[in-house]
Nanobody, 124 residues
Framework: QVQLVESGGGLVQAGGSLRPSCAASGGTFNWYLMGWFRQVPGKEREFVAA????????YYADSVKGRFTISRDNAKNTLFLQMNSLKAQDTAVYYCVVRPTPVLTAHPSDYHYWGQGTQVTVSS
């Protein structure tokens, strides 16, 4: 059973940076797609970024392209999201997700495993 544990959220001023991480266990991730979604109250979950665990290919939502960078540490089975130039509209709960195939999709229902989420709050 795959387990995902996020950490590294917090409160930051607009223009600042945060680097949430996600420790993954219970699976063989070589053929998986891993990524991040975010959600604000009253809205649907939104795709942020994903990475092919084997090849390292990355994908981003237009809203974060150029500001966020997704990366992984294969040896530690840990996923990162470097968030720079943060804006108030980036405020959300950020979820680490796993899809057990390498095919990219931005639909939350296509991701089988979810972490508990970490709150990111950007003050303007």
């Amino acid at each position: 059973q795959v387990q995902l544990v996020e950490s590294g959220g917090g409160l930051v001023q607009a223009g600042g940076s945060l680097r949430p991480s996600c420790a993954a266990s219970g699976g063989t991730f070589n053929w998986y797609l891993m990524g991040w979604f975010r959600q604000v109250p009253g809205k649907e979950r939104e795709f942020v970024a994903a990475i092919n665990w084997s090849s390292g290919s990355t994908y981003y939502a237009d809203s974060v392209k150029g500001r966020f960078t997704i990366s992984r540490d294969n040896a530690k089975n840990t996923l990162f999201l470097q968030m720079n130039s943060l804006k108030a509209q980036d405020t959300a709960v950020y979820y680490c997700v796993v899809r057990p195939t390498p095919v990219l999709t931005a639909h939350p229902s296509d991701y089988h495993y979810w972490g508990q989420g970490t709150q990111v709050t950007v003050s303007s």
